[in-house]
């Protein structure tokens, strides 16, 4: 069983940066985060797996950077230069062999809300 506990939501102005934490409590093969727009689906942004192979939505390539302290074993998502589209709620979600994170993550944390402002 994993447990994640997202941090750092909240509101910016567009053009600001943000940095979101999401800290597991177990073993993890795969991490991701993921973004629900309000009255939308919740759609990938980032994910990362253990060997440090990242993978980027096309809406944010460029402009999110995903990392892993391995050692703490917390998981980042820095975002810069926001935009109002990247308002949404952010959830952390995490797989603990490739055959998890292959079906779509097993593990899902509450989430953090982002607001950016124009």
């Known amino acids: 069983q994993v447990q994640l506990v997202e941090s750092g939501g909240g509101s910016v102005q567009a053009g600001g940066s943000l940095r979101l934490s999401c800290a597991a409590s177990?073993?993890?093969?795969?991490m991701g985060w993921f973004r629900q727009p309000p009255g939308q689906e919740r759609k990938a942004v980032a994910g990362i797996v253990n060997t440090g192979r990242t993978k980027y939505g096309d809406s944010v390539q460029g402009r999110f950077i995903i990392s892993k302290d391995n050692a703490k074993n917390i998981l980042y998502l820095q975002m810069n230069s926001l935009k109002p589209d990247d308002t949404g709620m952010y959830y952390c979600a995490a797989g603990v062999s490739e055959d998890d994170c292959l079906s779509g993550f097993g593990y899902w944390g509450q989430g953090t809300a982002v607001t950016v402002s124009s």
């Open positions: 177990g073993y993890t093969y795969c």
